[in-house]
């Protein structure tokens, strides 16, 4: 089955189209997505409105696009998914709005797909030996959540974030080491670039170990002391690089530590024993060495599936889709959608 995959739930615009077989073998067609990192980036961040509008631009660009790569016509396809929450609503109705033509005019079924349920599901496109159950460990701009992922569409929460997302931790920590929007991936290339001046540092700085009793996640009190800690050194963070390098890494290594902790307590408590980290911070290659080392099968999506994208929201449908449930979320975008409620494909 053939599914077209539309994502608009933030500041990425893309659309894929992906193959599943009747043995479950995933191919991914054809891919496009728009990133409007440069739009944002002088406001420090997404502002709804751009995106929404900048969304409406792209869809129809892209979607040509697709269908000329993939030498395809939209009657071939079997469906047309949509990210349907959650995410900005403006953003989210640019998506909606455009998929929900698409599927009237060429009389195709209409899926709507929890964004989240992407991310988990996202490593499968890139892993065929993942099988179910796993623990799934999402980390985005977003989201923080360690989940039960006992099938397609039954997922128990077992620890979410109180307040900030990893993501959010990563990129507001930037902006205060003077990067530009979204900054993660810049803190973490030079975070890793520490390790080159690793014999010399005299600092040694240490940030404290936040909840460690408690069931969920929080950045917000060690944002507070990141904060703290670069005010601190503000004055010599731009004369000294291998000061900035050495915050970065603290940094990234004290965020690490305490997803991997969350990780290595939900792996004690449960049976299942293979774990898969998936979102845009699971681009994070210190994070991908650490959890590596807990000792059980450690999945992640490719690179390109860490952050947001279509192939994940396609496959999502065409599961779905296959199950009978395409009619299941088609009543709008909503802007908060918890992934736990979602049902499952199978009785
Ligand atoms: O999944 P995503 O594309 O969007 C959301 O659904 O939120 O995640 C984006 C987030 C941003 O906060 C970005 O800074 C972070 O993922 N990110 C990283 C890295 N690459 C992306 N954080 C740390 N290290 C990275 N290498
Ligand atoms: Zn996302």
Redesign the pocket.
């Known amino acids: 089955m053939l599914v077209l995959g539309i994502e608009t739930?933030?500041d990425?615009t893309a659309i894929a189209i992906i193959k599943l077989e009747n043995d479950g073998k995933i191919q991914i067609i054809a891919e496009e997505v728009s990133s409007q990192i440069d739009l944002h980036k002088a406001y420090g961040g997404v502002v709804p409105e751009l995106a929404s509008r900048e969304h409406l631009k792209n869809l129809p660009l892209l979607y040509s696009k697709i269908l000329t790569d993939s030498k395809l016509e939209l009657r071939e396809i079997d469906g047309i998914a949509v990210t349907r929450g959650p995410g900005l609503k403006g953003c989210l109705l640019m998506g909606y709005s455009f998929a929900k033509g698409l599927s009237i005019s060429a009389d195709k079924p209409f899926i709507g797909v929890n964004?989240i349920e992407g991310?988990i599901l996202a490593p499968l496109l890139d892993n065929p030996d993942l099988k179910f159950p796993f623990l799934s460990l999402v980390v985005?701009?977003?989201?923080t959540e360690i989940l039960e992922v006992n099938q397609i569409g039954d997922y128990k929460l077992i620890a979410r974030t109180i307040d900030d997302?990893a993501?959010?931790a990563?990129?507001k920590s930037a902006h205060l080491l003077g990067f530009e929007y979204?900054?993660?991936?810049k803190?973490?290339e030079l975070a890793d670039s520490f390790l080159n001046y690793k014999q010399s540092t005299k600092y040694n700085f240490v940030l404290p170990k936040v909840m460690r009793e408690a069931e969920g996640f929080s950045f917000s009190g060690l944002k507070t002391a990141i904060s703290q800690l670069i005010n601190k050194h503000k004055n010599e963070i731009d004369l000294n690089p291998m000061l900035k390098a050495e915050l970065a890494y603290t940094i990234q290594h004290s965020i690490v530590d305490s997803l991997v902790f969350k990780l290595k307590n939900a792996l004690q408590n449960s049976k299942i024993k293979t774990i898969s980290i998936t979102?845009?911070?699971s681009?994070?290659?210190y994070l991908r060495a650490e959890a590596s080392k807990l000792g059980v099968n450690c999945y992640f999506p490719n690179m390109n599936h860490?952050?947001?994208n279509a192939a994940m929201i396609a496959l999502v449908g065409a599961y779905r889709l296959s199950a009978k449930q395409a009619d299941l979320y088609t009543n709008g975008v909503i802007s908060r959608w918890p992934v736990e409620s979602l049902q499952k494909t199978a009785a």
């Open positions: 739930s933030c990425e964004h991310h985005s701009g977003g989201h997302a993501g959010e990563f990129d979204p900054g993660g991936p803190l973490a979102g845009g911070v681009a994070n290659k860490c952050i947001d």
